[in-house]
């Protein structure tokens, strides 16, 4: 069977080589982004692949999800896609190594993944659908999937407990948890994963690939919760911001696990319905432990710790030094009078993206309008008579740097090599 040869071959030889990010899309359909705001999401189509003639393989894999999927702020070549693709992505990854083993027109990629996207937005029938923009006629052996974290709220905890973006406006944080929490406790997520995993073995007619499945990754804890040494450390984005207490990182650590557990929960629920699995679930928080925030000896928020695997805002990325150059960054600034900072209208458009960096923009922007003497906690990061940089450099807060995604893809071949069930 092709997709055990190749990823046979893919896993001897797996992480001790160098990475060369490629994706296999066709260069006409990236939509860059503007000055302006996103209405809706476009997603790059993968190039149609030639013939292939005598042993070479023909084999292809979707990626379906958030920003934690598309790779967020890990790079890009000439402009940045409305999803905030980045060229360190562990889908890139899991590409560059299928590339390296069986030639580089032999696979397929669909990257779908599109940062800010719920649930809602891989389901059919949306304006942004991903499946609606699966192209079915590729070859496609696998799907990435990475989804939930936009459903349950990160962001809103993210803005009231870390950052206040909205200053004293953002919230409160113990209400912040408490409302993903109850979503987390409640039936409703579950049941719409289920949909989603439902409809992508639909979409890729799984019962004439009995080869096919899908790898589902979670999320990492973001701090170390143990040392005292942080409690009087803030990320706040304004002056004077709240403090990272380790209450407070233990609660956000323990919302993490509590979703990885969920989305386990749910993957064995629907491999119970079939004879051979179709789903497993990738648990790769233990690979940051040390990589975290928050770690012994460190003083955050520190920016230049490259062996931390989670952005700060503003951030550089932690690519290795043969991948670094080739990516363009995020310092790019906006115009003051692009519609993202423009405090009287850009909140309809920012929630409606889900982004998180427009979010943040568009929040600060309102609380600067509110309180014209607020001060930036770090001016030293922002651009001369400007702090409204594009929306990349504040949404990539919290999501894996490039070796974070290296952890990622080195995960998820390990439990691939441990469970062998896509074998023949």
């Given at each position: 069977?092709r997709?055990a040869?190749v990823?046979t071959y893919?896993?001897s030889?797996?992480?001790s080589r160098a990475?060369?990010?490629r994706?296999?899309?066709a260069p006409?359909?990236?939509?860059?982004?503007?000055?302006?705001?996103?209405t809706?999401?476009?997603?790059?189509l993968?190039?149609p692949?030639a013939?292939?003639?005598?042993d070479?393989?023909?084999i292809?894999f979707?990626?379906?999800?958030?920003?934690?999927?598309?790779?967020?702020?890990?790079?890009f070549?000439g402009?940045?896609?409305d999803?905030r693709?980045?060229l360190?992505a562990h889908?890139e990854l899991?590409?560059a190594d299928l590339?390296?083993?069986?030639g580089?027109?032999?696979?397929?990629?669909q990257?779908l993944?599109?940062?800010?996207?719920t649930?809602?937005?891989?389901?059919?029938?949306?304006p942004d659908?991903?499946l609606?923009?699966?192209?079915?006629?590729l070859?496609v052996?696998?799907?990435?999937?990475s989804?939930?974290?936009?459903?349950l709220g990160?962001?809103?905890?993210?803005n009231?407990c870390?950052f206040?973006?909205?200053n004293?406006y953002s919230?409160?944080?113990?209400?912040?948890l408490?409302?993903?929490?109850?979503?987390?406790e409640?039936?409703?997520?579950?049941?719409?994963?289920?949909?989603v995993?439902?409809?992508?073995?639909?979409?890729v007619r799984?019962?004439k690939k009995?080869?096919?499945?899908v790898?589902?990754?979670?999320?990492?804890?973001?701090f170390?919760?143990?040392?005292d040494a942080c409690?009087?450390?803030s990320?706040?984005?304004?002056?004077?911001g709240?403090?990272?207490?380790?209450d407070l990182?233990?609660k956000m650590?323990?919302?993490v696990l509590t979703v990885?557990a969920?989305?386990?929960?749910t993957?064995?629920s629907?491999?119970?319905?079939f004879?051979?699995d179709?789903l497993v679930f990738?648990?790769y928080?233990?690979?940051?432990?040390g990589?975290?925030f928050?770690?012994?000896g460190v003083?955050?928020?520190?920016y230049?710790r490259?062996?931390?695997w989670f952005?700060l805002?503003?951030a550089?990325?932690?690519a290795?030094?043969?991948?670094?150059?080739?990516?363009?960054?995020?310092?790019?600034?906006l115009p003051?009078t692009s519609v993202?900072?423009d405090p009287?209208s850009?909140?309809e458009?920012?929630q409606?993206?889900?982004?998180?960096?427009e979010?943040?923009l568009c929040y600060?922007a309102m609380?600067?309008?509110?309180d014209p003497?607020?001060?930036l906690a770090?001016?030293d990061?922002v651009?001369e008579n400007?702090m409204w940089?594009?929306?990349?450099?504040?949404g990539?807060?919290?999501h894996?740097r490039?070796l974070g995604?290296?952890?990622?893809?080195?995960k998820?071949y390990?439990?691939w090599?441990?469970?062998e069930?896509?074998?023949?």
């Amino acid at each position: 069977m092709r997709l055990a040869a190749v990823l046979t071959y893919v896993l001897s030889f797996g992480s001790s080589r160098a990475y060369k990010q490629r994706r296999l899309a066709a260069p006409d359909t990236q939509h860059v982004i503007s000055n302006g705001a996103s209405t809706h999401h476009r997603h790059p189509l993968p190039m149609p692949l030639a013939n292939l003639e005598g042993d070479d393989f023909q084999i292809g894999f979707v990626a379906f999800g958030d920003s934690y999927s598309a790779g967020i702020g890990t790079g890009f070549n000439g402009k940045e896609d409305d999803c905030r693709h980045g060229l360190g992505a562990h889908g890139e990854l899991i590409l560059a190594d299928l590339a390296a083993s069986q030639g580089p027109n032999s696979t397929a990629f669909q990257f779908l993944s599109c940062t800010g996207a719920t649930t809602q937005e891989i389901l059919s029938g949306g304006p942004d659908s991903q499946l609606d923009a699966f192209n079915g006629s590729l070859p496609v052996d696998f799907a990435l999937l990475s989804v939930g974290g936009n459903d349950l709220g990160f962001f809103a905890v993210m803005n009231a407990c870390v950052f206040r973006f909205y200053n004293f406006y953002s919230g409160t944080c113990e209400s912040a948890l408490a409302d993903t929490q109850a979503q987390i406790e409640s039936d409703e997520f579950e049941q719409r994963l289920q949909v989603v995993i439902t409809e992508i073995l639909d979409a890729v007619r799984w019962e004439k690939k009995p080869w096919f499945f899908v790898t589902i990754t979670g999320y990492a804890r973001f701090f170390n919760d143990v040392t005292d040494a942080c409690d009087d450390m803030s990320f706040g984005i304004w002056w004077n911001g709240p403090k990272l207490k380790k209450d407070l990182r233990s609660k956000m650590n323990a919302m993490v696990l509590t979703v990885n557990a969920k989305i386990r929960k749910t993957v064995d629920s629907i491999n119970s319905r079939f004879v051979k699995d179709k789903l497993v679930f990738i648990d790769y928080d233990e690979g940051f432990d040390g990589h975290r925030f928050c770690e012994e000896g460190v003083a955050e928020p520190d920016y230049g710790r490259a062996d931390t695997w989670f952005f700060l805002v503003g951030a550089q990325d932690n690519a290795r030094n043969s991948t670094q150059s080739s990516h363009m960054s995020d310092l790019e600034t906006l115009p003051p009078t692009s519609v993202l900072v423009d405090p009287s209208s850009c909140l309809e458009f920012a929630q409606r993206s889900g982004d998180w960096g427009e979010l943040a923009l568009c929040y600060m922007a309102m609380a600067k309008a509110r309180d014209p003497s607020l001060q930036l906690a770090r001016g030293d990061l922002v651009a001369e008579n400007s702090m409204w940089y594009v929306p990349t450099y504040y949404g990539k807060t919290f999501h894996p740097r490039s070796l974070g995604h290296e952890t990622i893809r080195n995960k998820i071949y390990e439990v691939w090599r441990e469970l062998e069930w896509w074998l023949p």
